[in-house]
């Protein structure tokens, strides 16, 4: 039996398994699988689902893109010099301490209610998460094969395309993966706390409203597309830039 259809056996259950939760309670606090399926397919006939869910990824990329750039860059200069980490590190460490919670409110009461505040909120959350991962590759990096590049008077771009980038790869798709994750949780958060739209705002609207079919129906439905965006992006690119790499036998 593959994977594959242990995964698709697997998510089977745990429709089967709310399916008889919600008969048994029925309770309008736990809808059935077919009654949420049915609220998300009327919010997307009517257009509000799409837009929210388009509102949501747009922020996701803005805040990945930030925080994998800026991280990277941190981390590899952390990583590669003792003085530069020497420097940085009580900035890091007071960072990765500070709850998500803590810098969403104080980005919208310092700079307010803006685009500009809430991407930089989930942004600042997640850049030092990135910057850990990429210093621990940095300093993983095996000095043989600088040494070997230095014999063979290569370029730099060349020593960072084919040398550095190759063995911060393992390392790149932990942050990226993990960061994934993170961030579109923070997110929703920022827009439920901030935001007039996306997602996190609709979830807090029909939280209000004691909905509780609206709150799974906008749940599920972004979960599903971070799983799409996961399986159909994320892991062939994974899979593409570690093809160099000598299966054992």
Not at 90 to 95: D, E, F, R, S
Not at 120 to 145: F, W
Not at 186 to 215: A, K, M, P, W
Not at 220 to 230: N, P
Request: hydrophobic fraction near 55%; include cysteine; charged fraction near 15%.
């Amino acid at each position: 039996m593959s994977n594959r259809l242990y995964s698709i056996l697997s998510g089977l259950a745990i429709l089967v398994v709310w399916a008889l939760a919600a008969q048994i309670f029925a309770n309008r606090l736990l809808p059935g699988p077919l009654q949420v399926l049915q609220f998300m397919s009327e919010e997307i006939r009517s257009g509000d689902l799409i837009w929210h869910l388009v509102i949501t990824l747009c922020r996701v990329a803005a805040v990945y893109f930030v925080a994998m750039t800026i991280g990277s860059v941190v981390g590899l200069a952390m990583g590669r010099s003792r003085k530069v980490d020497r420097i940085l590190d009580p900035w890091l460490i007071v960072l990765l301490n500070i709850p998500a919670l803590v810098v969403i409110i104080l980005a919208f009461v310092w700079v307010g209610l803006t685009e500009v505040a809430a991407i930089s909120a989930v942004a600042i959350n997640k850049i030092p998460n990135v910057v850990v991962t990429l210093r621990e590759g940095a300093r993983a990096l095996d000095p043989g094969l600088d040494e070997m590049a230095k014999t063979f008077r290569m370029s730099r771009s060349d020593v960072l395309r084919h040398v550095t980038l190759p063995q911060l790869q393992p390392y790149f798709a932990a942050a990226s993966r993990s960061g994934l994750a993170l961030i579109w949780k923070i997110v929703l958060v920022v827009e439920l706390l901030g935001r007039s739209n996306g997602v996190g705002f609709q979830i807090h609207l029909y939280f209000q409203l004691f909905d509780v079919t609206g709150i799974l129906a906008y749940t599920i439905a972004f979960v599903f597309v971070m799983l799409f965006v996961e399986i159909l992006l994320v892991q062939p690119l994974e899979q593409r830039a570690s093809r160099w790499r000598i299966k054992p036998a």
